[in-house]
């Protein structure tokens, strides 16, 4: 089975960085998409940055392009997402998963349901 283990989460100051991590274990396949989302309380779940990881083609949400760059390390099977310029509205916990993830330079979309690692706090303080 395929599991995702997040890591990296913490309390840190407006403008400063954080660098979230995700082990992935269980693949079978050498090209799939593995990504974070992130959920604010009261508020859903939403799409924040993906990554292919045979080409490494990336997507990211409007509201955090420039200010995050996820890579990925094959030989680690990690995936990571650098948070730069960090703003009290990241606050959320952020989850990796992975699944049929496909976008275009606006928007992504899923078919099917997807695996999820368990969550990573970031807090962000004003």
């Known amino acids: 089975d395929v599991q995702l283990q997040a890591s990296g989460g913490g309390l840190v100051q407006t403008g400063g960085s954080l660098r979230l991590s995700c082990v992935a274990s269980?693949?079978?396949?050498?090209?799939?998409?593995i990504g974070w989302f992130r959920q604010a309380p009261g508020k859903e779940r939403e799409g924040v940055s993906f990554i292919r990881i045979s080409g490494g083609s990336t997507f990211y949400d409007k509201s955090v392009k420039g200010r995050f760059t996820i890579s990925r390390d094959n030989a680690k099977s990690t995936v990571y997402l650098q948070m730069n310029s960090l703003k009290p509205e990241d606050t959320a916990v952020y989850y990796c998963?992975?699944?049929?993830?496909?976008?275009?330079?606006?928007?992504?979309?899923?078919?099917?349901?997807?695996?999820w690692g368990q969550g990573t706090l970031v807090t962000v303080s004003s």
């Open positions: 998963a992975t699944g049929s993830i496909s976008w275009n330079d606006d928007y992504f979309w899923m078919k099917g349901p997807l695996t």
């Open positions: 269980g693949f079978t396949v050498d090209d799939y998409v």
